[in-house]
Structures are given as C-alpha cells and as structure tokens.
C-alpha cells in the first residue's frame, strides 16, 4: 500500500510538472505537442549531471546540479518551438510533433556517442545513475520521499501565484484569450508568448529528469518517455487549464499509472489474473475516457494555436 | 511578358523541400563532426547513398527492393496523414493505426489462417474503425485529434502485444514466419521479384501503394465527396452552412485515414519481410516518418511517393554508417530534422514569393521614369 502511495506521489508529480509547463505555454496562446521532447531533453540534462558530477559532493549540491542542468537543456530545446512558432508563424502541431521525434533521436544519438566514446565497445544508450540517485530519496519509515514531491508542491504554488496574482500572469493569459486586445493596451504578444513557451521548457525540463528517477536507477534514451508528455497534456484538458484542478487530476492519473507498477504487490488484484499489459493501457484508456467526457465544453484559451499577427484584425 | 516559373506554386514547393533536405544533411554532418571528425563524410555519404554502398550488382538491385519493401508501407502512412491534414486533421495516430493493421493482418493470417486477400479486407476494416473512434471522439466530443490519436497509440501497441502472442514462435518474442506457417497470406509477387535479383520480399504491395497514391490524388482534387472534405477542412462552419454533414466528413475522414494506415501494416508484414516482436515497448516509427513525408511531399499525394522513397532511402542508409564510431538512429536524427525544418516551408514560399513581388517592383519603376519622361516631353510640346 505505501508502495502504491510512493509511486502515485512520484508519478503525479510528473505530470503535474510537465501539465502545469503545458498550461503555461497555452495560457500565453501557444498549444506546446513539443512536451515530451522537451522532457527527454531534460531527462538528459539532469542525467549528464549526475553522471559527470562526483558522487563524492554533498547530496544538496547534487540536486541543485541536476535540477538546473534539466532545466537548462529543456529551456533551451523549448526555443526550437519558439523560433518557429511565434516568429515564423509555422503550424504548432507540426512543430510540436517534429520536437518529440527529434529529441528522442538526438538523445539516443548523443547518448551513444559519449558512450562509445568512453568505452568502444559500449553502443548503447543507457546512462547509469544509482549513485547520484540516492541524492533525491529520503526514507521515512519504509516510504521513500523524493524531492521532487516537494518540488511539485512549491512548482504548483509558484504556478498559481504567477498566474493569478500578479500582473506577468494575468498579461499572459490576456495574450492567449485576445492578443489584438492585449496588443492596443500595449503589451507585447511577443515577448509574452516567448515567456510562456520558456517556463513551459523549465517545468517540463524538470518533469523529464523526474521521469526517469521515479522507479528505475538507468535510463535507455531510446525508449523516449512513453507519452508523458501527452498524458500531461491530457491531465491538463481534464484540469481545464487550471493549476489547482490540474493536480488533482495529476493524482488521479497519477494513482492508474503506479497500479500498472505495483498491481502484483496485491492480492485481490493479482488474483483476478489480468494480464500485465491491461494495466499498462489503462493510464491511456482513462484518459481516453475522461477527455470523452469533459472535451465538450473545454474552458481552452481562445487564441490558442493561432500564430499572432499583429496586422491581422 | 515571359511567365516566372518560380511563381509556380508547384516549383515552389520543390524547392522549399530541396532546401529542407539539404539543410537537414548539413546539420546532420555537423552532428557527426561533432561526435567525431573523421569518418564523418564518409558516415553522411554512407547514409545518402543507401543501396549503392554494395559493390555487386545483384546485391545493389537486392538492396534496392529492400528499400522499396518498406516505402510502400511509409506511403501508406504518409497518404494516412496527408489525407487527414488536407481536412484540417493532424492523423498522428497513423502510428496506431499502422500497428493495429500489422496485428489484424497477421492475426487474421496466422491465427485463422485466412488468404492474402481477406487479410488485407480484414485489416482495412480493422482500420477504419479504429481510426473512426477518433473521428467520432472529434466530432461528438469534441477531443483534440492529436492527443486522443495518441492515446490510440499506445492502446493499440500494448493490445497488439498481447493479440499477438497467441501466434508467437514458442522461443522467441517474435511472431511466426509467414513463409512457414501461412505461405497463403503472403502477397503474390506478380514477378516482380525477378525484377530485384529475386528479392522475394517484392510483392504486388509496391505498386499497389502508389496506385492507391494516385486514387487518393483523383478522389481529393477530381471528386465532389474531395471537395466537400477540403471545404469542411477549411471552415466547419461554412461548409455546415453550405449543407454539408461536418460531423459526417471528420468521421469519415479519419476512417479513410484509418484505413489506410493499416493497409501499410499489411503491406509490411503480408511480405513476411519482418516479424512483430511482442515485446516491443515502443511505437514503431512507421506513422511518424509518415508525417514526415507526407509534408516533404508538399502535402501532394504524388509528391509525398518521392518524399516516402526517400525518408525511407535515407533510414535505411542509416545501417550502413560505421557503427563503431556512429549510431545508426544519425538517420533518425537527420529525417525528424526534416520534418522541423518542413515548418517553416510556409515562410520559404514567403520569402521566395516577396522576393519576387520586389524585383519586379523595381522592374516596374525602372520602366517609370522612362514614361514618365516620355510624358513630360509631350507635355513640353504642347
């Protein structure tokens, strides 16, 4: 049961990171498919870290490392969709798709290479971190807390707080409803929506290194992160682009993805005899369902997806 | 006045997709210097050049028909996607679609031991109707295509999976050989394999897809049920408005869709040219190079047989980099690079478009002066 508890906590925070990244960029008027790029680039970021920082630094030094080394690589992928969508006014969902394939071959590519590099006969793509791991994990009794719970917490607030109270937030949101409207009273749609599509590259940086530290102490870069990025994109549909209710939707997709990990470890589950696969589709078939069911009257940014041009009317 | 043939929207587009290609390969030589300069001319021409690495005829031939084994499915799923977008919908479930094909096909020629011919009826309706639920969580929920597509995505690999083990050889976690166990499904080949120094994985599937390339290309651009899909593509309202049934055209947009995903799943594994391996944690790449070519193509259902050809002439040249010093995925890196750079082709036609307007802007003011003073000479005289 704490076992359950451990991975749902682990894996809502996922989510909740890369949806509250997602709401971010679409409250400033750009939808970002890009997410899940951006995660395994911040996967990448944070592992590079931890593979060439010594182990031998205190475990504070080696979180703060690995954070910004995620949020680094994720803010600067997030600027291929910022050049091409708001700039050059390219179609979002095309870019966005172009990312997630990109990241995962440019990692894999990386990621072999300084593999090979170090030792010739290594060809693949893992990179090794049981060490620094520990780092992130604190044991209470059994449970095993990860910062990034807490990281979630503190990144949940921050979000509310940008968006809501204070004058940056409310300016987004502004361009993502009407930009012509925001434009006449003499915000720039530009830099807003260059804002929005950063902090969308730091949160779904950190929700990527998250990702590959939440149950497993290697990560094969070729496996991408198993549309993460989309189930947040979902988790945000179903939270109707709003912080507060896109954490309790991170919980309740988070809890069907940590049943796909830990079903066996009960009893009256591991006896109804359900393949392990089932499990392993049911994060996406409740999605699935709960997108069936709360689409029809979506509270989505009205200016989303459609590239601001400041002669049009 | 001689006509610009740069003006032609048609030339436009082979341009921008020339200039996409060449800057995606520049970039990836610059990867490969990066990893490691030397052997990396020779890596990037490794991948360019494909089949003609080979130093026997018959080989190269051999090499060539592998290539083409696997456009005809990567056609499919650019058709899948071009079809869809010329609607106004991202069918980036073609992956899903594309593997649940490949699981009917084989299901239906393993497990029921069906022909060539009812398989590939089967899996044609199998995908259909899986891309029909998009299609109607888009029209009467009003669900994002794109993320709803990749939910189907991933339901439909880990359902394959499980499908698909019943028929899995007893050691291994691959599917059985076609040739032993159901030569019946096989495609016939027609003779075309003699034609690729008896590749026998050439069948009738090649030059179906591009017959369905071109029925697509008559059914978009030559029919009223193409027009009244493009219309609902361009303004759901409008074309509502004009009497259409919108709900009706999204529907049936990615059934067709649908269907033709899977058929690429069929041409694919009917030819016995690859095993499903149940084990597979991933989406196969086929429906996302789809994407890829289908907008390399220029989004023309002739262009994007060129464009699938050589997405794929180029993945398959990935195997042959030197794969102590590279990673074969350089070939992966270099065609998503392609597909991002095909976003700004909007802004290459643009450019190329306002480059002309201004020279013969300046062509006309040179012209200007010169009537001008022509009228002010007659003006002096009168």
Same mark, same amino acid.
């Given at each position: ?7 749902? *906590? ?20 750009? /939808? ?8 395994? *680039? ?11 920082? &010594?182990?031998?630094? &205190? ?16 803010? $600067? ?16 969902? $095309? ?6 394939? *990109? ?10 290479? /300084? ?16 060490? &620094? ?17 807490? /990281? ?98 991170? $919980? ?32 996406? /078939? ?28 | ?20 290609? +060449? ?24 991948? =360019? ?42 069918? @980036? ?41 998009? !299609? ?18 991933? @339901? !439909? %690999? ?52 591009? =017959? ?37 055209? =999204?529907? +049936? ?31 196969? !790449? ?15 259902? #002739?262009?994007? =047989? ?10 398959? !040249? ?18 998503? +690079? @392609? ?6 082709? %909007?802004?290459?036609?643009?450019? #190329? ?30």
């Amino acid at each position: 049961m704490l076992l359950l508890i451990q991975y749902t *906590l682990v894996f809502a925070s996922v989510l909740l990171l890369v949806a509250l990244g997602g709401c971010f960029a679409e409250h400033s008027g750009v /939808i970002n498919l890009g997410l899940e790029g951006i995660m395994v *680039l911040g996967a990448l970021g944070g592992a590079l870290m931890m593979r060439y920082v &010594p182990a031998t630094v &205190p475990g504070i030094v080696m979180v703060l490392a690995v954070l910004l080394g995620a949020i680094a690589f994720g803010v $600067l992928y997030s600027c291929l969709l910022g050049v091409a969508s708001i700039n050059f006014k390219a179609d979002q969902t $095309l870019v966005g798709t172009a990312m997630n394939l *990109l990241g995962t071959a440019a990692a894999t590519v990386f990621v072999k290479a /300084i593999n090979t590099a170090s030792n010739p006969d290594d060809v693949s793509s893992v990179i090794q971190y049981i060490e &620094p791991k520990k780092a992130f994990l604190v044991n209470i009794g059994g449970f095993e807390f990860n910062w990034f719970m807490l /990281i979630a917490v503190i990144a949940l607030a921050v979000a509310y707080v940008t968006l809501y109270k204070t004058k940056f937030g409310l300016r987004l949101m502004a361009c993502g409803e009407h930009p012509q409207a925001a434009d006449s009273v003499g915000i720039n749609v530009y830099k807003m929506r260059w804002a929005g599509v950063l902090i969308s590259g730091i949160y779904g940086g950190l929700g990527g290194i998250c990702y590959i530290l939440a149950g497993v102490s290697e990560w094969k870069f070729e496996n991408g992160v198993a549309g993460f990025g989309f189930l947040a994109l979902a988790v945000m549909i179903f939270g109707q682009w709003k912080p507060t209710r896109i954490a309790l939707a991170a $919980l309740l997709f988070g809890l069907f993805r940590a049943l796909s990990n830990v079903y066996s470890g009960f009893s009256f589950l591991a006896a109804l005899n359900i393949p392990s696969t089932v499990y392993n589709m049911m994060p996406y /078939i409740v999605s699935l369902l709960v997108l069936a069911l709360t689409s029809k009257n979506s509270r989505a940014p009205k200016a989303e997806g459609i590239p601001y041009d400041k002669g049009q009317r | 006045m001689k006509k610009n043939i740069l003006k032609n929207s048609a030339v436009q587009t082979l341009i921008s997709s020339l200039i996409c290609i +060449l800057l995606g390969l520049l970039i990836g030589y610059v990867v490969l210097l990066f990893i490691n300069p030397e052997g990396a001319s020779e890596a990037i021409l490794a991948v =360019i050049k494909n089949f003609l690495n080979s130093s026997r005829a018959n080989l190269r031939l051999k090499n060539l028909g592998n290539t083409l084994v696997k456009t005809a499915p990567l056609l499919m799923c650019s058709l899948s996607v071009l079809f869809a977008y010329k609607v106004g919908l991202f069918n @980036i479930g073609a992956a899903g679609q594309f593997v649940v094909g490949s699981c009917a096909c084989l299901i239906a020629a393993l497990g029921f031991g069906w022909g060539w011919l009812p398989c590939m009826i089967f899996t044609l309706v199998v995908g259909a109707v899986y891309g029909a639920v998009v !299609g109607l969580l888009k029209a009467y929920c009003n669900v994002n295509e794109v993320i709803s597509g990749i939910m189907l995505n991933w @339901i !439909g %690999l880990y359902g394959t999976n499980m499908i698909l083990s019943s028929v899995k050889e007893p050691t291994s976690p691959y599917t059985l050989h076609l040739a032993s166990d159901a030569p019946q499904a096989i495609l016939p080949s027609l003779g075309l394999d003699k034609l690729f120094s008896n590749n026998r994985y050439v069948t009738v599937a090649i030059p179906l897809a591009i =017959i369905i390339a071109i029925i697509i290309y008559v059914l978009l651009d030559k029919t009223k049920l193409g027009y009244e899909l493009k219309a609902t593509g361009n303004n759901k309202n409008a074309a509502k408005y004009a009497g259409m049934a919108e709900k009706r055209n =999204i529907i +049936l947009t990615l059934a067709i869709a649908g269907a033709l995903a899977a058929l690429g799943g069929a041409f694919l594994y009917q030819t016995d040219y690859e095993q499903w391996s149940v084990t597979q944690s991933s989406v196969p !790449g086929m429906g996302f190079n789809g994407i890829a070519a289908a907008f390399l193509g220029g989004l023309h259902p #002739i262009g994007s =047989i060129f464009a699938s050809y050589f997405i794929q002439h180029i993945t398959n !040249g990935g195997g042959y980099v030197d794969l102590t010093k590279y990673s074969s995925q350089i070939s992966d890196l270099i065609s998503s +690079l @392609i597909i991002y750079l095909c976003a700004f082709v %909007l802004f290459i036609k643009y450019a #190329i478009n306002s480059g002309i307007a201004k020279r013969e802007e300046k062509q006309a003011q040179k012209l200007k002066p010169a009537s001008d003073g022509a009228d002010s000479g007659k003006g002096g005289e009168a």
